[in-house]
């Protein structure tokens, strides 16, 4: 895949802004911080670069705050909290005055104050990539690793001395997940899903190389896959959660000769669709763990106002009994069990971080094991008392690239320089500022909304639960920012950001019902007019003015769409679909299709991107190519579509590019995934 170099967007504006090399500011190397310590993950090279901002922008107190803060967080990480309390001691003493900050450095304290250093383990990483991604079970021994190695769909055994890995089978083009050994260590269960038909299967293989797996359940018109978490002590059965057809869950045990299934417990919806964690079985097999919704909600997929609890639960084996040991509310998940069986281990946001706690058995009374481990995968506990789990990152970079007005051509970013972090960048109508979105620390859901100066590298950062996954919209008086917003009861409503003073403002009534696509809004340059999809082929204009809706433009059948923008003279509505790349004029008249790719896009891919360019004659689309998406263009009166010479690996789809006003830079939005497998040595106590 295409490794696609970044530039920062102060160093690409300067021709924007007409003026010379600026210098470095502190806001700049706040940035290259920020760099550092979420993308890069480097924190020691991150906390040098805050030092460097406390001592020359000491003046700039709430940049110097800044710094500090982040030193503190980097510590924290790095579990020093002894580095960490000097960090936010010294905000309240010298910084007081910055009263955010000091109230977030305050709230640090106090939380460190009830965690110990010493009952505090340092996690070691023990490798990272695939080897890391596609980690599923550990020995009791700690010897042997159960995997997916992704590269060959195959599942695969890594010896932990040696870090050699023994491939069982392969199967390629196939998905090949959930993979546990059974306890004398000679068999591998795991979940086999067919790619062409989307077939799941129940498997069981030997645990030698090359062998030929048994088929123990398949999919059917009642059930729609399986995942295997554990064996039996006596390895004569594989403890399994099943999907079924009505996406409800079930708990059961599946005979490893003859695939014959004991109901254990029906769940319901009450795991949570796509990332729910697997059931644990304690070292003695006779008991189960898991986690689910405290609460099942009222249809699938569920409601926006079901409650969205997560708690932790211990089922008996054999099913007679249950308890519930975790009900704190927010997320409480990835259970595992201590190896002495009197503890299970378990995630937890409760804090605002994702911590990692232990809640004994049979009371439930939970303590702090590892302060901000993130949101992390368990693998499992060995005897020896080491606690293996994956941490995921998705990183995110706004990059931008130059091109000719026309783009035609794009080029790749500059070497050696950096990006924004954040997604879904937009540029003000005046080219001074980009508006993007940026993942709130610690939260995989929550959003706030960044401004960047282009010319000093300034953000303000504005925050507010709900904010929606879609870009901020500029209004044209380049003063404020359109922005979706969810509220508590499950409803929406657009809001407008004054960039000055920050507030919120709704603008229509949240009863008018607006679908979950919000990404698609745009606005007219008189900035009297919102354009909202209603479902994906029909477009509201509503007035903003009277808040009323004033016109509906419906589609022709089967001309549905996932990526909306209206070009700068106003006067056209480009759109994307799996299915084609059409316009339609502001006023509801002429639909016509631009272009029917020859090969239907999956749906999966989810909402796109298109873009247009400055003078209203060109659309930019993007194209699957392999793994990566490529930037294509198209004229707004039909032909055939040119590649930019744009090539994306991890373009952030759903609103991710954009152009600037002068059309000579082109801004998107990628991610970077990476995996890594730590292992943390559990007190004592808790072994």
């Known amino acids: 895949?295409?490794?696609?170099?970044?530039?920062?967007?102060?160093?690409?504006?300067?021709?924007?802004?007409?003026?010379?090399?600026?210098?470095?500011?502190?806001?700049?190397?706040?940035?290259?911080?920020?760099?550092?310590?979420?993308?890069?993950?480097?924190?020691?090279?991150?906390?040098?670069?805050?030092?460097?901002?406390?001592?020359?922008?000491?003046?700039?107190?709430?940049?110097?705050?800044?710094?500090?803060?982040?030193?503190?967080?980097?510590?924290?990480?790095?579990?020093?909290?002894?580095?960490?309390?000097?960090?936010?001691?010294?905000?309240?003493?010298?910084?007081?005055?910055?009263?955010?900050?000091?109230?977030?450095?305050?709230?640090?304290?106090?939380?460190?104050?009830?965690?110990?250093?010493?009952?505090?383990?340092?996690?070691?990483?023990?490798?990272?990539?695939?080897?890391?991604?596609?980690?599923?079970?550990?020995?009791?021994?700690?010897?042997?690793?159960?995997?997916?190695?992704?590269?060959?769909?195959?599942?695969?055994?890594?010896?932990?001395?040696?870090?050699?890995?023994?491939?069982?089978?392969?199967?390629?083009?196939?998905?090949?997940?959930?993979?546990?050994?059974?306890?004398?260590?000679?068999?591998?269960?795991?979940?086999?899903?067919?790619?062409?038909?989307?077939?799941?299967?129940?498997?069981?293989?030997?645990?030698?190389?090359?062998?030929?797996?048994?088929?123990?359940?398949?999919?059917?018109?009642?059930?729609?896959?399986?995942?295997?978490?554990?064996?039996?002590?006596?390895?004569?059965?594989?403890?399994?959660?099943?999907?079924?057809?009505?996406?409800?869950?079930?708990?059961?045990?599946v005979s490893a000769s003859d695939g014959s299934i004991k109901l254990l417990k029906s769940l319901g919806w009450r795991l949570p669709r796509g990332n729910h964690s697997l059931p644990s079985l304690s070292a003695d097999g006779k008991f189960i763990a898991y986690s689910a919704f405290a609460t099942n909600p009222s249809k699938f997929p569920p409601a926006a106002t079901d409650p969205r609890d997560e708690n932790i639960y211990v089922l008996a084996a054999d099913g007679s009994s249950e308890i519930e040991i975790v009900k704190a509310g927010g997320i409480n998940d990835e259970p595992v069990w201590t190896p002495d069986g009197t503890h299970v281990l378990f995630v937890s946001n409760r804090s605002g971080n994702f911590d990692l706690y232990s809640a004994s058995i049979p009371d439930g009374r939970t303590e702090m094991v590892q302060r901000n481990i993130g949101r992390i995968t368990s693998v499992g506990t060995t005897h020896s008392g080491e606690y293996f789990y994956v941490k995921q990152q998705d990183l995110e970079e706004i990059q931008v690239a130059e091109m000719d007005p026309e783009a035609r051509n794009i080029k790749e970013s500059q070497a050696g320089a950096q990006a924004q972090i954040g997604l879904k960048a937009r540029w003000s109508p005046d080219g001074k500022f980009m508006a993007f979105l940026r993942h709130r620390e610690g939260s995989a859901n929550d959003y706030d909304v960044v401004v960047h100066s282009l010319k000093t590298a300034e953000e303000k950062i504005f925050k507010r639960l709900g904010i929606q996954a879609g870009p901020p919209v500029w209004f044209h008086d380049n003063k404020s920012l359109l922005i979706m917003v969810r509220h508590e009861n499950g409803t929406r409503a657009p809001y407008r950001i004054d960039r000055d003073t920050g507030k919120f403002t709704q603008l229509l009534p949240e009863s008018l019902g607006y679908p979950p696509y919000t990404s698609l809004m745009v606005v007219s340059p008189d900035d009297k007019t919102l354009f909202v999809p209603n479902g994906l082929q029909k477009i509201v204009k509503f007035d903003l003015g009277s808040e009323k809706a004033v016109q509906t433009i419906e589609l022709p059948n089967g001309a549905g769409f996932y990526a909306l923008s209206l070009s700068p003279n106003s006067r056209t509505l480009a759109m994307w679909s799996p299915e084609h790349v059409a316009r339609i004029e502001a006023d509801g008249s002429g639909y016509r299709e631009l272009y029917i790719p020859s090969e239907r896009f999956s749906t999966r891919v989810g909402t796109g991107n298109v873009a247009w360019t400055s003078d209203s004659r060109t659309i930019l689309f993007q194209s699957r190519h392999n793994d990566s998406w490529k930037i294509m263009r198209i004229s707004a009166d039909g032909g055939q579509p040119e590649f930019t010479g744009l090539e994306i690996d991890g373009l952030v789809i759903g609103g991710g590019i954009d152009v600037s006003p002068d059309g000579r830079h082109f801004a998107y939005s990628s991610t970077k995934r990476t995996f890594e497998l730590w292992s943390l040595r559990l007190s004592s106590r808790r072994n």
């Open 1 to 253: 895949m295409k490794n696609i170099l970044t530039v920062t967007i102060a160093m690409v504006m300067l021709a924007l802004v007409g003026g010379s090399v600026l210098a470095q500011s502190g806001n700049d190397l706040f940035q290259q911080a920020l760099v550092k310590q979420r993308t890069e993950g480097n924190l020691p090279e991150a906390i040098k670069v805050y030092q460097t901002i406390v001592q020359k922008y000491r003046s700039d107190k709430k940049l110097a705050a800044k710094a500090l803060f982040q030193i503190g967080q980097a510590y924290e990480k790095l579990v020093n909290n002894p580095e960490a309390r000097k960090a936010y001691e010294q905000i309240t003493r010298e910084f007081a005055d910055q009263k955010d900050v000091a109230a977030d450095a305050g709230r640090r304290l106090a939380a460190l104050s009830n965690v110990a250093q010493s009952e505090q383990s340092v996690p070691h990483l023990i490798v990272t990539g695939s080897a890391a991604e596609g980690a599923t079970s550990i020995s009791p021994d700690g010897r042997w690793m159960t995997m997916t190695e992704w590269s060959a769909d195959a599942i695969a055994v890594r010896d932990m001395s040696t870090g050699q890995i023994k491939r069982l089978t392969a199967s390629p083009g196939n998905d090949l997940q959930h993979s546990v050994l059974s306890p004398d260590l000679r068999h591998v269960a795991y979940l086999h899903l067919i790619t062409a038909n989307d077939e799941a299967q129940l498997r069981v293989i030997d645990n030698e190389a090359n062998s030929t797996p048994r088929i123990l359940l398949r999919a059917s018109s009642e059930m729609l896959y399986f995942e295997p978490s554990g064996w039996s002590s006596d390895g004569k059965s594989i403890l399994v959660t099943i999907n079924k057809s009505d996406h409800t869950w079930e708990m059961a045990w």
